[in-house]
C-alpha cells in the first residue's frame, strides 16, 4: 500500500475575506474529492485571506500510480482555480 501525499500553496490576490477565501477552498476541495475520489482538505494558513494551502492524500497500490495520480491532480488544479500557484509539494509514502 502505498500513500500519495500533495500540498499546494496557492496565492488569490483578489479576496479580501475569509468568506470569499472559504468558497473559493470548498469549491475546489468539493472537486478533487469527487474527481478523484481523494481526501482534500485545508491545512494551513487559516487566518491570511490571500493564502490557500491544500492538502491532498491518496492510497494507491503502486508508485508509478501514484505518480500519474499526483501528475493529474497538479494539472487539475491548475485548471480549476484562478488562484496562483505557489508552491506544490509531492510525498511517496
Known sequence: MIVAV????????????LKEKRMIIKSLVSKLQNHFHVSAAEVDEQDIHQIIAIGVAAIVPHHAIADSLM???SRFVGENTDAEILEETREIR
Open 6 to 17: 500533495m500540498t499546494f500553496r496557492l496565492r488569490a490576490p483578489w479576496v479580501h475575506s
Open 71 to 73: 501528475d493529474e491532480i
